[in-house]
T-cell receptor
Framework: NAGVMQNPRHLVRRRGQEARLRCSPM?????VYWYRQLPEEGLKFMVY????????ESGMPKERFSAEFPKEGPSILRIQQVVRGDSAAYFC??????????????FGAGSRLTVL | AQSVTQLGSHVSVSEGALVLLRCNYS??????LFWYVQYPNQGLQLLLK??????LVKGINGFEAEFKKSETSFHLTKPSAHMSDAAEYFC??????????FGAGTRLAVHP
């Protein structure tokens, strides 16, 4: 039973390019969360998605960032026109159906974005 | 709104010494609390969680944490540190939609 799979593990982009980060949740999990970890900081919530629905995007920057979780395929975090401040580790987590706050989130190994 | 404060961004202990990592939370509802560990260049791994019931929670790798409502604390302890415990530790509280609100983390160093 594979865990949460994220790819690419490392991504280098030049300023102005686009970055696409992919996350496949654990088998049986239909809820996906994206977090960003800036250097020397904790994890900050970005967005929570279910299949084909964005449920909570309160942590997403207003511009350039978007996320989706299509009916088929992985969840995608997309960053357009990247800037140096986007350099960070982006973590995806998944959980089974949300019944209460006691559900454990399972994290992937992260995608580390470097913007030159 | 929920929040977490971790006191001490860096903690250093000797191998075999007690590990104490501090976490205080703020929550308007009964909290669900978690400790995760992150090894270099890896994702987060769950150490333990508190939901309801017993206030002393035992986790993996010999760690445990005690929920103290009166002190709004959920400190993480381990009686005897091992070199392999060197990592970053994050305390978190569960918020709306089961999302986790993390503290800033505490980096634990273990020296011989």
């Amino acid at each position: 039973n594979a865990g949460v799979m994220q790819n690419p593990r490392h991504l280098v982009r030049r300023r102005g390019q686009e970055a696409r980060l992919r996350c496949s949740p654990m088998k049986g999990h239909s809820h996906v969360y994206w977090y960003r970890q800036l250097p020397e900081e904790g994890l900050k919530f970005m967005v929570y998605l279910q299949k084909e629905n964005i449920i909570d995007e309160s942590g997403m920057p207003k511009e350039r960032f978007s996320a989706e979780f299509p009916k088929e395929g992985p969840s995608i975090l997309r960053i357009q026109q990247v800037v140096r401040g986007d350099s960070a580790a982006y973590f995806c987590a998944s959980s089974p159906q949300v019944l209460s706050g006691a559900n454990v989130l399972t994290f992937g190994a992260g995608s580390r974005l470097t913007v030159l | 709104a929920q929040s977490v404060t971790q006191l001490g961004s860096h903690v250093s202990v000797s191998e075999g010494a007690l590990v104490l990592l501090r976490c205080n939370y703020s929550s308007s509802v009964p909290p669900y609390l978690f400790w995760y560990v992150q090894y270099p260049n890896q994702g987060l791994q769950l150490l333990l969680k508190y939901t309801t019931g017993a206030t002393l929670v035992k986790g993996i790798n010999g760690f445990e944490a005690e929920f103290k409502k009166s002190e709004t604390s959920f400190h993480l302890t381990k009686p005897s540190a091992h070199m392999s415990d060197a990592a970053e530790y994050f305390c978190a509280v569960s918020g709306a939609y089961n999302k986790l609100i993390f503290g800033a983390g505490t980096r634990l160093a273990v020296h011989p």
